[in-house]
């Protein structure tokens, strides 16, 4: 599963679709997560002690992840999370990226414990730059 607690995302199938809310539960075994306003079930909630009164509290049930989609907070568009191996603190970790961005040459980072040292270090990623003055080559033509 590609989407993680805090994760914005939008549902792209049923009563919910076209809804967007972050993400403020996963559940991997079983395929899940848990939306804010989607997905919305009443409650009942019965007193425990005396001085407690029973309610009806509205509660999100789960849903199925296959059922959303992460948004990307740079482009804003529904993505199928991409996963790439980024040296972040001398250490290769898997990241997830946004496919979109990465296509215009941006690595956008979706997991923030590592945005910080991942996008500072793809700035100064000597492949990148070696793109991007090769794609300079190519418009600029040279003598
Ligand atoms: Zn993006």
Do not use: W
Request: with cysteine; hydrophobic share 30%; glycine share 4%.
């Amino acid at each position: 599963m590609n989407i993680k607690k805090n994760d914005t995302v939008k549902v792209i199938t049923g009563k919910y679709k076209n809804v967007e809310g972050r993400v403020t539960a996963t559940d991997p075994k079983n395929n899940t997560v848990t939306v804010e306003n989607v997905n919305k079930q009443k409650r009942h909630e019965k007193a425990r002690r005396a001085q407690e009164q029973s309610k009806i509290v509205e509660v999100e049930g789960p849903i199925d992840a296959s059922n959303v989609m992460v948004v990307c907070p740079t482009c804003h568009k529904a993505i199928r999370v991409k996963k790439t191996e980024l040296e972040v603190d001398g250490k290769k970790k898997n990241v997830r990226i946004c496919p979109n961005c990465f296509k215009n040459g941006e690595t956008v980072v979706l997991d923030k414990a590592f945005k910080k040292e991942a996008e500072a270090q793809t700035a100064a990623a000597p492949k990148r730059q070696r793109k991007r003055a090769k794609a300079e080559k190519t418009e600029t033509t040279e003598e």
